[in-house]
DNA sequence: ATCGATGTCCAAAACGTTTTGGAAAGAGCC
DNA sequence: GGCTCTTTCCAAAACGTTTTGGACATCGAT
């Protein structure tokens, strides 16, 4: 009993090599002209013809080669992604809920994602290689710098690329991005109109955009409110880790005139709740607590809920823009920028009186 | 002061076309054949028509178009990593960690990664597709369950793979694995061997065979220890996070003769141990902690070192094995399985005397 | 009958590489 | 001078598609 092993569908030709379009020309005796037309459903095939050909290349498993059509289409069909591969940044939770989206979205739409690492220094190497292999039709950039030398050269070679952040050259290029600057000015002032005169602010790493905006709109909202400006305590957590909202926190505790907690991240809100009840204080009737909500799926903030204030915005469906975007770019020549809705989860202040507050929705 | 704009590199012809081969051979009047075998390394061209060459390229920004060397040697230098779009496991903390393995080592070696997801219904074709369409050399196959049909699909596809788990096939396939049966047999043992009489298992989720393997190697300790399997009470967490950490430990703490916790991973033993504090115990005295360290960056261990009972093993270096396994088949054809090492940091027990155990590495 | 549309089909070129199977020239040897 | 061996180069084929620019009927209208 030898012979050819049973295959759920043959999709191999004899002599082990796969199916071409050559093959199935022969098989149909008619040219790859007509058979490749028929499959991409253009209208000058017969619809009989049409339908025999699909049934054809279905039956012999014939399966077009990417590579060709990358290499005569000169398009690629797949979008890069580059991250650095500094520790703090990759292993970030919020990087895997924007992976979350960007795959949803690079699957419905068909578009393969390239994903690669590369340290900093090297990282516009990899770029450029990219750009001039045709290997990737675009590219996202993620976590924007001040002056971002990505932008630079993405701008300058003229390629389609989205950006998760705005900047100053940000209508030159295709962006998706929350209101950091709206969204935080709203929690400081809600802080401040909720009577706390002094209040601890933890923020994320400030050499990235998001979180020197976020900085900025505290800081606006505590001078128009005709406050000092050492009525917040700004620490900035080097990285959004659960790790640096405990200590940072704990440092903000040893100031007892502080009532108020701002978080840029819920990561490292959970973490200093927990140093704020070690030190014997009450999340939500002794502290305020406010926190930007990622909505990372991990993250269970059930236990939390109504003591806590939020501004929710989903990563995951910044991560579906951001390929939507790209692909838009490649496809229609547009660019454009998107802004992920936020919405407000109003919690508790001091001693427990549910928190005043206009704003609802940005 | 009109004309073209200024690039740091030149790497467009006139007509905004790319820098082809072609181009490059004209410009040296020499044929496309040698500049192709200069480029790669062949010895039939003149050492000092290759410097040239090599130069010459640099100078006009030549890069090989991808797409046709892929065509025409027939491989990608790509692999595919297909993650299932189910909630659970793709938010998994866990995952980040294999992943920052896995593009460390692909972009040493130079190789893309193709990352996608689906959901389980869907995924063969993607499996399918990626093998008849050229676009990928080999797999990466993640959490496998009993009788996978990913790895039935690319065993009789006959196409290199490698996965994170072993089963029963998994002498014809390129594996990296923990030794779960070992570690786990070790930590049963050891918390038995100081004395405890009752313990809570806290697992993972046993459809997938990392979990059901734990839980083998937990029974079996507890009876090849002479105990009744009433011992252990084995809770399983739908999926790794820290919130079943918190309830199934809330749960076994309902049971007062429990006096030790044995965790699959460390996400979940800190939120057990915070459950276990609240309710007025001390961990590290007055209950055994023993659990998996999967090295997860951004979990801060520190404050529990010296109460807590580890089996430390790098989830990073399992990714980084895992590329380097794929690309060996690629490129030499080998299969070959690989044990990432596991290193055993003791801890405390009972009324805070240190763990007694024979077993420091495996 | 002729002409222009219309509906189907196809041969050949093109995409940018690598590889095969030599060719040409010079060196060394008898 | 003829022979082989090396060194250095190259023309042409091949990889598997898509696209261009027709060809060839058929059909209605003139």
Request: aromatic share 8%; hydrophobic share 40%.
């Amino acid at each position: 009993m030898s012979g050819p092993l049973p295959r759920g569908k043959k999709r191999l030709m004899s002599g082990g090599r796969k199916v071409t379009i050559k093959d199935l020309a022969a098989e149909m005796e008619l040219s790859i002209t007509t058979i490749s037309r028929a499959l991409n459903g253009y209208t000058d095939v017969g619809e009989e013809t049409r339908k025999k050909v699909v049934a054809a290349a279905r039956k012999m498993g014939y399966t077009p080669n990417r590579n060709a059509q990358r290499l005569v289409t000169q398009r690629s069909h797949s979008i890069a992604w580059v991250q650095s591969d500094d520790e703090s940044k990759f292993t970030d939770p919020h990087f895997v809920e924007v992976m979350a989206g960007v795959l949803r979205e690079a699957q419905q739409s068909h578009y393969d994602i390239v994903l690669s690492s590369e340290i900093s220094e090297r990282q516009m190497t990899t770029y450029e290689r990219y750009v001039h292999d045709g290997s990737v039709d675009g590219f996202i950039v993620d976590l924007p710098r001040p002056n971002d030398p990505r932008i630079t050269f993405l701008l300058d070679a003229g390629v389609p690329f989205v950006v998760h952040g705005r900047e100053e050259r940000s209508d030159r290029y295709g962006w998706v991005d929350v209101d950091n600057y709206g969204n935080f000015y709203a929690l400081a002032k809600l802080v401040i109109e909720n009577g706390h005169r002094k209040f601890a602010f933890i923020n994320g790493d400030e050499r990235f955009l998001y979180a020197s905006t976020r900085r900025r709109a505290v800081e606006d909202a505590v001078a128009d409110m005709g406050l000092p400006p050492e009525t917040v305590l700004t620490l900035e957590g080097t990285h959004p880790m659960g790790e640096a909202g405990f200590q940072l926190t704990e440092l903000a505790l040893a100031d007892r005139d502080i009532t108020a907690f701002l978080y840029s991240s819920a990561l490292m809100a959970v973490e200093g709740i927990s140093a704020i009840t070690r030190a014997g204080r009450k999340p939500g009737t002794d502290a305020l607590i406010a926190s930007m909500n990622d909505e990372l799926r991990y993250l269970n903030l059930a236990p939390l809920e109504g003591n806590i204030t939020l501004v929710r915005s989903s990563l995951r469906a910044a991560g579906q823009a951001m390929v939507a975007e790209v692909i838009r770019q490649c496809e229609r020549g547009t660019v454009s920028g998107t802004l992920i809705p936020s919405l407000f989860d109003l919690g508790t202040g001091v001693s427990g009186e549910s928190i005043k507050g206009d704003v609802l929705f940005v």
